[in-house]
């Protein structure tokens, strides 16, 4: 049962555009989401996040969008960057047994073409 | 500052070994979660620890343990290891149970 899903296994955008991640979630008991960028032979790096009760935020380059009704979530890179090229996860975050458990999709990953 | 550091970086074991998995969390975090990366896919959770207890656990059997020490950092331990175990192990701290959770470089376990 996958509650998060990242339906584009990869994804190709040329330097200067927009890019733009997607993430779909089942489970209505997420109440926080984040996204994270992969380097090959590095952990995840936390990127930017967002709580059930925003529809946007925004850090720099990086923008997160969350439809809650449509329980899909989006991220934004403006403009993109040779060193953007890297694998994102989105997560959804349930705080059940007194734990924060995050649940991670797929992963997609971005190349950035100069 | 320093971050989340893992030990050590590879591994390699037999099926049917046990093994330990090492876990320094960042500077001022006192909860650690661990996490399984099989190849072409998400961090799977595995369980978490706080104030040296275990507080959350995913869909891993009891072979799967763990420990958290007074200065937060932690141990993984899994027994009687199987093929399937084979994977990337991270390791995560945040500065509370609910907090955004900063990540470790991993350790990749091949089991053979």
């Known amino acids: 049962d996958q509650q998060v899903k990242q339906n584009s296994p990869s994804l190709s955008v040329q330097e200067g555009r927009i890019s733009i991640l997607n993430c779909d979630y089942t489970?209505?008991?997420?109440?926080?989401f984040l996204w994270y960028k992969k380097y090959p032979a590095e952990g995840p790096t936390f990127l930017i996040s967002i709580s059930s009760i925003k529809d946007k935020n925004e850090d720099g380059r990086f923008t997160v969008f969350l439809n809650k009704s449509a329980k899909h979530l989006s991220l934004h890179i403006v403009p993109s960057q040779p060193g953007d090229s890297a694998v994102y996860f989105c997560?959804?975050?349930?705080?059940?047994?007194?734990?924060?458990?995050?649940?991670f999709g797929q992963g997609t990953r971005l190349t950035i073409n100069p | 500052e320093t971050g989340v550091t893992q030990s050590p970086t590879h591994l390699i074991k037999t099926r049917g070994q046990q093994v330990t998995l090492r876990c320094s969390s960042q500077s001022g975090h006192n909860t650690v979660s661990w996490y399984q990366q099989a190849l072409g896919q998400g961090p799977q959770f595995i369980f978490q620890?706080?104030?040296?207890?275990?507080?959350g656990r995913g869909n891993f059997p009891p072979r799967f343990s763990g420990l958290q020490f007074p200065n937060y950092s932690s141990e993984l331990n899994v027994n009687a290891l199987e093929l399937d175990d084979s994977a990337l192990y991270l390791c995560?701290?945040?500065?509370?149970?609910?907090?955004?959770?900063?990540f470790g470089p991993g350790t990749r376990l091949l089991v053979l």
């Open positions: 620890y706080y104030r040296e207890e275990e507080n």
């Open positions: 489970n209505s008991m997420f109440d926080y």
């Open positions: 995560a701290s945040s500065t509370g149970q609910r907090e955004t959770q900063y």
């Open positions: 997560a959804a975050s349930a705080y059940t047994q007194g734990a924060q458990k995050l649940v």
